[in-house]
């Protein structure tokens, strides 16, 4: 069965891929000092902090959450440079298609899901921890794309349709 049978939303996910290609790929023109520099108006995290809290928001909703998967969650020193932040979003890409395919054809159904880790149930549906993520996505990437300002770099256009 095609992923799009599975996963209606996999179109729109390319293009949350796609935006997410055109920011990583503007990380790698940063020093890679700057990449890790603390940006005092953003209580001091860096870039790549951002970055890896937003691969874990991933992980925490989609996986612990909405699949009930145990597991560690990635911290900013797990990705030292920026290889390993591709590594952590190759995991996160594998992690939708999981979900999607664990999901498939119950979108909209409400259940009852438990957070970890005190377990209370929370009534959701798939699209709403789908929609979370990725829109959690875009809001850091925004702040990603200020912090570099602030680093003094021009941010380049890394919506999902760019000009």
């Keep these: 069965m ?13 293009l949350v891929h796609s935006a997410r290609g055109a920011l990583l790929d503007y990380c790698a023109t940063l020093r890679p000092a700057d990449l890790l520099a603390p940006v005092p108006a953003f209580n001091h995290s860096s870039m790549r902090d951002l970055l890896v809290h937003v691969a ?65 149930p929370l009534p959701l549906t798939p699209l709403q921890l789908f929609t979370h993520v990725i829109t959690h996505e875009f809001h850091h990437k925004g702040q990603v794309l200020s912090m570099s300002r602030q680093l003094g770099y021009t941010p380049i256009d890394t919506d999902v349709i760019r000009t």
Aim: proline share 15%; glycine share 8%; no cysteine.
């Design 2 to 14: 095609p992923m799009a049978d599975l996963f209606p939303h996999a179109p729109q996910y390319a």
């Design 56 to 120: 874990r928001t991933y992980q925490y909703w989609l996986g612990q959450v909405g699949l009930q998967r145990p597991g560690p969650l990635p911290y900013p020193p797990d990705a030292p440079d920026l290889a390993a932040l591709r590594g952590l979003f190759a995991a996160v890409d594998a992690l939708v298609d999981e979900f999607g395919a664990h999901v498939a054809g119950r979108w909209l159904e409400e259940a009852p899901y438990a957070l970890p880790p005190a377990g209370r």
